[in-house]
């Protein structure tokens, strides 16, 4: 019986054995065992891969002259560009990988134009960094010594042979060359590249070369289990199905079948499918598929996925098992979220649209419509072996904790990385998806849309699973600019470049994606006139009416809403601003950081000038004096980012309240995605986020008119009207007063000139007129003689779900330059509180206390630039308005330290624990001029010997009694403070450690639970609440409130 048993155990561990050595066998290529030169084989420097040549020269000193972004590095490193660069390395292959049936040399991004042999044999040509090739080599491989090769043609070369071509066949591809004040290539729109690697307006031109994604040996009997596709399918009462489709990869024309194949699937370990006796067929490209459509047991109480702002991100694993035949085993594990995505666009009844179709434009998740709130992400550096996992959390974090649930994927970068998604998924960031093409129009030959056929259709399955991506865009702004047209030279050959244009986008991408994928929505173009593009032959101008649209001002007074379309989605939006101080000073050399602007300054605006920025912040306020230093620069800065800051509180706030439809079929706006919220290089750009992921200004504006609850106040001809938005579904009414008060701005007291209150009720998911009244007649009542010597605030307080809920704001009644008494404030630390740790133990938060002698405009904390890489983290208010004075006045504001304060040598976040002295430094006017920070009279607490130094900055917008031309800026001052080490994690990969709640005002409301389920019918009503209250200075409930109920 023993040798029975033992006999058996050997045979059993056999088979095991048997069954390892028939699975899928992978082999990284990739390290640092590369070589790389350059044509004439006068550079040769170690290669890591996956990187880019720029990162090899640098790492090898041959790129000399300090970072890619210093100065002028742009250009003086350009000549990498005009070379070829070659890549090889030597490998073994080991028996587990000879004794397979099928060993492909897998590429998964190959960066751009090349060539690829392996052991002096050609394998295949490559043009296309979004595509993942693949060769069989088994015949090719020997045991030792194997060499493989890649070698590259330079981008700009092959863009130019291209278009020369082109050009004699009397069909050149517009547009040629990027303006020249960008510094930028031609061309880019031949290759299929990241095509801001050529230069855009707000980065520069880096057109790199290398293997910039895993390069692999696959070795396998039967099959590669390359992808899962999976939709979702809401029934009735909870109930889902799961189509899922698995995506195979085996030996081109050959067939696999047994009474031992099947596949299985897990969701969360339990099994709920199984599909014997498979019959699976590849066809002439070496693919098959499978699909099941399953029904989920309703015992496992399925939570749905929400975006942020309407509930949780419950995420659940789906693994799919594939047992071959011959005993081979392929597995394939990922996240999947059960939700509904669709885009609405019903048509829609206006009174005065004449024969105009008007159609809506908004998405709903789960069958409940949402105001979509987010960004333009571009990509996060110019070499993207530069981008960390743990940058870009940080960067959606940042997004999250701003309030937006989507964030849109430009087509000018590149199809992030499967990470990045993962990410979206954990935090609740819907993805607008454009495929990777922008302003330009592009080849239509055979080859090159063979080549686009494969890159749509190996990304669609790539990404298709996540819960995050809520639609796939064409192409960015081509439609537009075609039917502009945008490029002169169209009107050459109108007929032919819209064939072309029609046979890219509509016949080969949108058809791809939707065989692909039917499980969300397409539009053609990124803005598009969405359902109503197919009755004008998909190429229209943007309109107000449909779809989306992409809107930006260069001159004017920003500060006023009347500038901004009344459309359904807007998608793009934004205005300028130039880095910090802290940014630049880290790439740009001292003595060019001066204002007027350098040479070194200008090299960065890659718009045409500077001068519509520079006028429209002339518009708002006065600017520095020509000092010729960085004193100037930096008070340039400051007005720059709260210029910025402004204009956008105005747009934004505009889209959020435009929610009812006008008689002429604009309006009903239900969505806003600012350009944009990363920054690739320090410069001028639209951004909300640095680079380093600082919060400039506009990124805690935004984190305000973002928010589920937003109070705003605007006027209207001669009246002023106060507005109260609610983006949440919870489903009772709440109760809100809401206080208007008025302001001088030389006040002393403490107190408002005037208030007035206003009892207000809010629906669900609403946009509420709480009050209307003429301004003259407000101001009069105030006791304030002229506008321009008065501000108004609105605050509304009260509670949804229990949860108590203060929101605030203000309204400029004037141009700030002509600000009438506003003083040279005071501005004092009277305290530091003691750190509080955040429920999940990841952050520190520690509450600052500030008071005035006079109103203080724009107050701006931050960290000095010598804290700022050790002492990381954002506050839950800046640039706001100090309009509580006095020594008994207090205005607190919570530093909550991020997880980018951890060292890498010990997990230690900062801790404030009190001020300890005080220095002027920092940009400003003269003395006579500047914001003093006063030491508080209690003694500074003691810090530990070991405690690291920092400094925090206070700014403030200053007005002179007799407004001049000098800067309306104070030189900022700083208080030093002792920052002692406290243990501390970095953030946990799934995403779940949410700081909105550390950030947000004391008042703020909860995070809301899960969302009911929509009703059956799923139609949720838009509501629009007019809730018109005259009132007086007391208090007075006047509830004559009108539900207007839009599609």
């Known amino acids: 019986m023993e040798l029975r048993f033992s006999a058996f155990v050997a045979t059993l561990l ?81 028996e587990e990988i000879m004794l397979k049936k099928t060993i492909r040399l897998t590429a998964h991004g190959l960066d751009t134009i090349g060539t690829v042999t392996l052991n002096g044999h050609h394998l295949g040509d490559v043009d296309n960094m979004f595509v993942r090739y693949d060769w069989p080599v088994k015949s090719l491989l020997k045991p030792k010594g194997n060499v493989l090769e890649v070698a590259f043609e330079s981008a700009t070369h092959y863009g130019k042979r291209k278009y020369d071509q082109s050009v004699k066949e009397n069909y050149p591809i517009p547009p040629a060359c990027p303006p020249s004040y960008q510094h930028g290539e031609c061309h880019i729109n031949y290759l299929r590249k990241m095509q801001s690697s050529f230069s855009w307006d707000w980065g520069p031109a880096f057109p790199t070369q290398g293997i910039w994604r895993p390069i692999t040996l696959e070795a396998f009997d039967d099959l590669v289990l390359r992808t899962v596709s999976v939709s979702t399918i809401a029934k009735p009462a909870n109930h889902w199905t799961l189509n899922t489709t698995v995506w195979l990869e085996g030996i081109p024309s050959s067939h696999i079948s047994g009474k031992s194949d099947r596949l299985t699937l897990h969701l969360n370990g339990t099994v709920i499918a199984e599909k014997k006796d498979l019959a699976i067929h590849f066809n002439p490209q070496g693919e098959a598929h499978i699909n099941l459509l399953t029904e989920v047991p309703t015992t496992m109480n399925i939570k749905t996925w929400w975006p942020n702002g309407l509930g949780d991100q419950p995420l659940y694993e789906l693994k799919a098992t594939v047992v071959s035949g011959g005993g081979e085993t392929v597995v394939k594990s990922q996240k999947i979220g059960f939700r509904t995505i669709e885009l609405s666009q019903e048509e829609l009844k206006a009174a005065k649209a004449g024969h105009n179709i008007i159609n809506a434009y908004y998405f709903k998740v789960n069958g409940v419509p949402f105001f979509s709130k987010g960004a333009n992400w571009i990509p996060a550096h110019v070499l993207y072996e530069a981008i960390t996992d743990q940058y870009l959390y940080e960067l959606l974090l940042a997004s999250k904790q701003a309030n937006m649930n989507m964030i849109r994927v430009w087509g000018g970068g590149f199809y992030e990385t499967d990470r990045f998604y993962e990410i979206a998924d954990q935090l609740g960031l819907l993805i607008f998806q454009d495929m990777m093409f922008a302003s330009s129009m592009y080849p239509a030959d055979d080859r090159f849309l063979a080549s686009v056929t494969t890159e749509v259709r190996q990304q669609v399955r790539r990404l298709q699973h996540h819960p995050s991506v809520a639609i796939w865009a064409g192409n960015n702004e081509n439609e537009n600019n075609i039917a502009g047209p945008y490029w002169q030279e169209i009107k050459l050959h109108w007929d032919r470049y819209k064939q072309d244009y029609v046979k890219l986008t509509i016949n080969v991408t949108m058809e791809t994606i939707l065989h692909e994928d039917n499980s969300r929505p397409f539009v053609s173009s990124c803005p598009s006139n969405g359902v109503a593009d197919k009755r004008k032959g998909y190429i229209a101008h943007q309109d107000k009416r449909a779809g989306d649209m992409h809107w930006y001002i260069g001159g004017g007074d920003a500060f006023d809403w009347h500038h901004y379309p009344s459309a359904k989605f807007v998608s793009e939006y934004g205005f300028q601003s130039l880095s910090s101080m802290a940014v630049l000073e880290k790439y740009i050399d001292r003595n060019e950081l001066k204002w007027p602007f350098t040479k070194a300054i200008d090299h960065r605006q890659h718009k045409s000038s500077s001068v519509p920025l520079i006028n429209m912040i002339k518009e708002q306020f006065h600017m520095p004096k020509a000092g010729h230093s960085a004193r100037e620069l930096a008070d340039f800065i400051y007005l720059n980012q709260v210029f910025q800051a402004m204009a956008m509180k ?32 320090p410069s001028f750009s639209w951004s909300s986020l640095e680079v380093g992921g600082k919060w400039k200004l506009l990124h805690y504006y935004v984190r305000a008119f973002f928010d589920n609850t937003l109070v705003t106040a605007y006027e209207e001809g001669e009246h002023l009207k106060v507005v109260l938005v609610r983006d949440d579904h919870h489903p009772e009414k709440a109760h809100f007063t809401v206080t208007i008060d008025v302001f001088q701005w030389n006040s002393t007291t403490n107190k408002p000139l005037h208030s007035e209150q206003v009892n207000t009720t809010a629906e669900p998911f609403s946009v509420t007129a709480v009050h209307e009244t003429a301004t003259a007649d407000l101001l009069k009542k105030a006791g304030c003689p002229e506008r321009s010597q008065c501000l108004l ?66 107050v701006v904390l931050d960290l000095a630039p010598e804290a700022a890489d050790t002492a990381a983290g954002v506050f839950s208010d800046n640039g706001f308005m100090m309009t509580s004075t006095g020594s008994a006045a207090v205005t607190s504001v919570d530093f909550v330290a991020s997880a980018s304060n951890s060292e890498q040598s010990s997990s230690s976040t900062t801790t404030i624990t009190s001020p300890t002295s005080f220095s002027g430094s920092g940009g400003g006017v003269d003395q006579a001029n500047q914001t003093s920070v006063n030491k508080p009279s209690s003694k500074p607490k003691k810090t530990k010997k070991k405690s690291k130094q920092t400094a925090m900055v206070l700014k403030s917008q200053q007005q002179r009694q007799q407004p001049t031309e000098d800067s309306q800026v104070s030189s900022s001052a700083t208080f030093s403070t002792a920052f002692n080490a406290a243990a501390s994690a970095a953030p946990a990969a799934d995403g779940n450690n949410n700081i909105n709640k550390n950030l947000a005002p004391k008042a703020s409301t909860a995070k809301p639970p899960p969302l009911p389920r929509p009703p059956a019918d799923k139609t949720t009503p838009i509501v629009v609440n007019n809730n018109n209250n005259d009132s007086n200075n007391t208090a007075e409930h006047s509830e004559s409130t009108k539900n207007e109920y839009l599609p």
């Not at 300090?66 to 250009?75: A, E, P, R, V």
């Not at 305290?831 to 002698?853: A, I, M, W």
Request: proline content about 1%; overall charge neutral.
């Open 14 to 94: 056999v088979l095991l054995a048997c069954q390892l050595t028939q699975s899928l066998v992978v082999r990284d290529l990739g390290g640092t065992e590369w070589k790389a030169h350059n044509a004439n084989k006068s550079i040769h420097v170690t290669s890591r891969v996956p990187g880019s040549i720029y990162t090899d020269l640098r790492t090898a000193g041959v790129l000399n002259k300090g970072h890619i972004f210093d100065n002028y590095n742009d250009l003086e490193y350009r000549w990498v560009a005009y070379d070829n660069w070659t890549f090889t390395r030597e490998f073994d292959a080991d």
């Open 793 to 858: 605030t609105v605050r509304a307080s009260g509670s949804i779900q229990g949860a108590r809920v203060e929101r605030t704001n203000f309204h400029l009644l004037g141009r700030m330059k002509n600000a009438v008494g506003l003083q040279k404030a005071k501005v004092e630390v009277v305290g530091v509180g003691e750190p509080v740790t955040s429920s999940d133990g990841q952050f520190k938060s520690y509450r600052v206390d500030l008071k005035t002698d006079h109103i203080a405009a724009f």
């Open 650 to 681: 105005t747009e934004s706030e505009f889209y959020r309240r435009n929610r009812k439809l006008a008689d002429n079929g604009e309006g009903f706006t239900m969505g806003a995605l600012y350009w944009q919220l990363n920054e690739i290089w």
